[in-house]
């Protein structure tokens, strides 16, 4: 993929050669960052994710399962590079309504609580549908009253939450929850945990830049 | 040049930190307080210490070689010649689902559940062109200019009236997968390329025009595999329906 950019680049706008070595160093930067970092992850956060998710379920308290998922989805969105990548996008396209931290707290806290209710409908073994259209529901609810250009930010920040950090992390989390409950309910317990996940920074994206009200 | 570099260090380093210290504090908060868990201290600094560099390294760098390099591609195109990255941008997107790790976990995923009735191989190649249309699609947007509502609702009512078809598994799986081809790649090269191209198209706000091009990314393997999981169904169903003849 670096190859094909790094063509493009040269064939079509010329770089001098000092570009092009900034760009190279860019490029190793990059690829050996995120593979040392996603190394760095796993070797923190997957331990715990899966201890927390049998933990959770052995207490069998429903504020704790919704307390955890919340600081989890919260923390993990944080450490999601792709997030602040995105902002930073949006601070280049000169559309920002808010300060960068402002979009990625709100980004982070809905999927916080979007995670939380994903673990909950894991441990209570609700079905997966429903949830999700009234989630969307909600969406085109909020979407019919925001900005234009709302809209496509909000599913943007949606489709980066769920990104090399926040995957295996959540996987892990709701791995630990079904096997701790004697691994009833079938294997579609597990998948669609990303799916609810994801509607949460959604809304809360489109919240914020409803209550802004409009471009920058 | 060496300016630049240690000025964009500087602030991914600042970056990184408001990434790595919260996840840094809950660890350690965890560790204090469950005691299985000491043996894991040594990891948990050794994970927090790469994670740390390895982010700022991965954000200076996208910000010094990714970022630049999209905007200036998009650049080096003229009113008369922006077409070319419809083109460009479908190939882009099948290149970049193809390099995507997580897409090939999926497709080991996906054999493993159909007990090999699906291919792999099919699965990737239908990902790997969905993605590429769908960038090509969100170029065009740029250029052409409509809505992004156009393809995004119709694309999600396709998803709930596919979704009850699909083999159950399928669904699930589905869902997940949105999240595998909008990895680093199509964040910064890509949607550089369209916010820059918007920039340097009359008229256009790259803010509206450029952006949503990652939830259509989002989407399009969410399609495809629930389209597999339909055709996988009605494939068992058939089965069973022999089987009883």
Redesign the interface.
Same mark, same amino acid.
Do not use: H, K
């Given at each position: &993929? /670096?190859l094909?950019?790094?063509a493009?680049?040269v064939a079509?706008?010329?770089?001098g050669p000092?570009?092009l070595?900034?760009?190279?160093?860019?490029?190793?930067?990059?690829?050996?960052?995120?593979?040392?970092?996603? @190394?760095?992850?796993?070797?923190? *956060?997957l331990?715990?994710g899966e201890?927390?998710g049998a933990?959770v379920t052995g207490v069998g308290s429903l504020a704790l399962i919704l307390g955890v998922g919340v600081?989890i989805g919260?923390?993990v969105t944080?450490? @999601?590079?792709?997030v602040?990548?995105?902002v930073?996008?949006?601070d280049?396209?000169?559309?920002l309504v808010a300060p960068r931290?402002a979009y990625?707290v709100v980004v982070a806290g809905g999927v916080g609580i979007s995670l939380a209710l994903a673990l909950l409908r894991s441990v209570l073994n609700l079905p997966?549908?429903p949830l999700? *259209?009234a989630g969307?529901a909600v969406i085109g609810a909020l979407?019919a009253i925001a900005p234009?250009?709302a809209?496509?930010?909000a599913?943007?920040f949606?489709?980066?939450?769920?990104? !090399?950090v926040?995957?295996p992390v959540l996987l892990a989390l709701n791995a630990g929850v079904v096997t701790t409950l004697g691994g009833q309910g079938?294997?579609?317990?597990?998948?669609?945990?990303?799916?609810i996940a994801?509607i949460g920074p959604v809304i809360a994206i489109l919240l914020l830049l409803i209550a802004t009200g409009g471009?920058g | 040049?060496i300016a630049?570099?240690i000025d964009t260090l500087g602030h991914a380093a600042v @970056?990184a930190a408001? =990434?790595?210290v919260?996840? =840094?504090l809950? $660890?350690f908060a965890?560790l204090a307080f469950?005691r299985?868990?000491r043996s894991?201290v040594r990891?948990?600094v050794?994970?927090? $210490?790469?994670?740390?560099?390895?982010?700022?390294?991965?954000?200076?760098?996208?910000?010094? /070689?990714?970022? !630049?390099?999209? @905007?200036?591609?998009a $650049?080096?195109?003229d009113g008369a010649t922006m077409w070319l990255l419809v083109p +460009?941008g479908f190939?882009?997107g099948a290149?970049?689902t193809i $390099?995507e790790p997580?897409v090939r976990v999926m497709r080991v995923q996906v054999e493993r559940?159909s007990a090999g009735s699906i291919d792999g191989r099919l699965l990737l190649t239908a990902i790997a062109l969905g993605v590429g249309a769908v960038v090509a699609t969100a170029m065009l947007r740029v250029l052409v200019d409509f !809505?992004?509502?156009w393809i995004?609702l119709p694309g999600?009512i396709l998803v709930?009236i596919l979704? !009850?078809f699909a083999d159950?598994?399928f669904?699930? &799986?589905a869902?997940?997968s949105?999240?595998?081809a909008?990895?680093?790649?199509a964040?910064?090269?890509i *949607?550089?390329l369209a916010?820059g191209a918007?920039?340097n198209l009359p008229g256009r706000?790259? =803010?509206?025009l450029?952006?949503? &091009? +990652?939830?259509l990314?989002?989407m399009a393997p969410i399609l495809t595999v629930l389209i597999l999981g339909v055709i996988y169904r009605r494939a068992a169903l058939t089965t069973q329906e022999e089987t009883f003849r």
């Open positions: &993929m /670096a094909c950019a790094g493009l680049l079509l706008a010329s770089p000092e570009d070595g900034t760009f190279a160093i860019g490029v190793l930067l990059t690829v050996i960052g995120l593979g040392v970092f996603l @190394e760095g992850v796993r070797l923190v *956060l331990p715990i201890a927390l933990r600081a919260t923390l944080l450490a @999601e590079p792709d602040r990548i995105l930073g996008q949006i280049r396209a000169d559309a931290w990625v997966l549908i999700m *259209l969307y979407a234009l250009e809209i496509a930010f599913f943007d949606g489709a980066v939450t769920t990104g !090399p926040s995957v079938d294997v579609s317990r597990t998948f669609g945990l990303l799916g994801s471009s | 040049m630049t570099l @970056e408001t =990434a790595v919260p996840v =840094a809950v $660890a965890f469950d299985r868990s894991r990891s948990s050794i994970g927090i $210490a790469f994670a740390y560099v390895g982010l700022t390294a991965f954000l200076a760098g996208v910000e010094l /070689a990714f970022l !630049p390099a999209g @905007e200036r591609v $650049a080096s195109f +460009i190939l882009l290149v970049a $390099a997580a559940v !809505p992004l509502w995004l999600y709930f979704a !009850p159950r598994q669904v699930g &799986m869902f997940d949105g999240g595998i909008t990895g680093p790649m964040v910064t090269f *949607l550089s916010i918007a920039q706000d790259p =803010a509206t450029a952006f949503g &091009m +990652i939830a990314i989002a």
